[in-house]
C-alpha cells in the first residue's frame, strides 16, 4: 500500500491491517499477525508505512536531501559472537545466553518510555511550515504506536514479552533455575544511573528544553535500533539451528518478526530527525538556529555514547555474567579460556 497522503489522525497511525491469524508465541498472544498467504504483518502499520514513506518522498522533493542514516557497520558485531554463544550452551552454561535475551527484552520494555514525550505544537519551535510532516505526528500516533510496539497493548504482548517468550522457547523455560533479578542486577539494571541518559543540555539555552528533550531521546533510540540489527542476526542465527536449542526454529522466527516491527521505528526516527536537520529552529527569544547545528551537535554526542561509554558498560555487564556462571562449573577456567578464544577481533582488543 502507497499514498501520497501526509496527514494522519492518531486512529490511523495505530491501525492494523486485517489479519487472517493472529501471532501466539510460547502460549502468548503477541501483537501483529498473518496474512492469507502465511505473511507475517507487522502491527500499526496500515498507514504508517505508507505514511513514512510519503513524508521521505515529500521531503526529498522539497529540501533536495536524502535522510539521515548512518552505516550499521558502525557498530562492531554482537558479543558475545555467534561462536562464543555455541560454545557456551554446548559447554552445558546456557545462563549467559539466557541473561542476555532477557536483558534485550528488559530494554525493549524501557523503549516503551518514548510515548511519554510530550511534542505539544510543535509548529512553535520551527520557521518553515511542519504541516504534513513526521514531526507533526510524532504525539499524534508516532510516539505511541512505537511504546505499544515495544512494551504491548491491552492483551496483546509486544516486544519485551515477546523477546521473553523466545527465551523461553529456546530454553523450555530454563529462567525458573535463575534468580533474574539477580541477574539483572549484576547487568546494571534497577542501580542508580542504569538506563539513564545524559540530561545535561548541549544546546543553547535559549532552545526549548522539552525539544532538546525530545530529539536526544529520539536520536538515544534511533542509534540503539539501528546497531540492535546486529543482534537481531546474532540471535536468529544461533537460535535457528535445531540441534543447540529447542523450539525447531520458533525462536528464532520471533526474533525475524521483532526485526520487522523495528524497521518502521527507524525509518519514522530517520524522517523526522532530517526534517529537523533541515529546518530552521526558533529559540525562545526569536532567535534563528541551523538545524544542522541542532541535530548535529545531539547526534555527535550520542554516537560518542553509543560507541564509547555505552558499548563498554554493556560488554562489561555481558562479560561479567559469563564469568559468574562459567566459573560455577567444575571446567570453568577452561571453557571461559576458549569462549575468550573465540572473540572477534574488535572485542578481543577491546
Known amino acids: 500500500m502507497t499514498t501520497d497522503q501526509v496527514t ?12 487472517a491469524e493472529p501471532l501466539i508465541a510460547g502460549g502468548v498472544r503477541c501483537h501483529g499477525g498473518f496474512d492469507e498467504d502465511g505473511t507475517y504483518v507487522s502491527p500499526r502499520t496500515k498507514f504508517r508505512v505508507p505514511g513514512i514513506e510519503a513524508w521521505q518522498a515529500q521531503h526529498t522533493a522539497l529540501f533536495g536531501k536524502e535522510m539521515l542514516d548512518i552505516p550499521l557497520e558502525t557498530w562492531p558485531v554482537h558479543m558475545p559472537n555467534v561462536a562464543q554463544a555455541r560454545h557456551l550452551i554446548k559447554a552445558g552454561v546456557p545462563e549467559p545466553l539466557i541473561a542476555t535475551l532477557t536483558r534485550i527484552g528488559t530494554v525493549e520494555g524501557y523503549g516503551a518510555n518514548i510515548r511519554l514525550l510530550e511534542p505539544g505544537d510543535m509548529q512553535r519551535h520551527f520557521q518553515e511550515d511542519i504541516r504534513g510532516t513526521a514531526i507533526d505526528h510524532l504525539g499524534k500516533g508516532l510516539f505511541e504506536a512505537h511504546g505499544r510496539d515495544e512494551a504491548g497493548w ?13 527465551r523461553d522457547v529456546a530454553f523450555e523455560g530454563g529462567t525458573a533455575k535463575i534468580d533474574v533479578e539477580a541477574m539483572l542486577a549484576r547487568m546494571g539494571f534497577g542501580q542508580p544511573g542504569s538506563g539513564g541518559m545524559d540530561m545535561s543540555r548541549a544546546l543553547p539555552d535559549d532552545i526549548d528544553v522539552n525539544l532538546e528533550l525530545i530529539a536526544n531521546l529520539m536520536i538515544r533510540v534511533l542509534l540503539i535500533e539501528i546497531q540492535a540489527f546486529h543482534t537481531f542476526a546474532w540471535a536468529e542465527e544461533w537460535l535457528a539451528d535445531r540441534d543447540l536449542v529447542a523450539g525447531d526454529g520458533e525462536a528464532a522466527d520471533l526474533v525475524a518478526y521483532i526485526r520487522a516491527d523495528e524497521t518502521p521505528h527507524v525509518e519514522y526516527l ?52 559469563v564469568e559468574h556462571w562459567c566459573l560455577q562449573r567444575d571446567r570453568g577456567a577452561d571453557i571461559l579460556a576458549e569462549f575468550h578464544s573465540l572473540a572477534t577481533v574488535d572485542a578481543a582488543a577491546a
Open 270 to 321: 530517520k524522517t523526522a530527525l532530517t526534517e529537523m536537520r533541515d529546518r530552521t529552529w526558533i529559540g525562545t527569544s526569536g532567535k534563528s538556529y541551523a538545524g544542522t547545528d541542532m541535530v548535529g551537535t545531539l547526534w555527535n554526542r550520542g554516537l560518542d555514547q553509543s560507541l564509547g561509554d555505552g558499548r563498554l558498560q554493556t560488554r562489561k555487564a555481558v562479560l561479567g555474567e
Open 8 to 19: 494522519f489522525t492518531e486512529a490511523e497511525l495505530l491501525a492494523d491491517h486485517t489479519m
Open 154 to 166: 491491552e492483551e496483546e504482548a509486544g516486544h519485551k514479552d515477546m523477546w521473553f517468550a523466545a
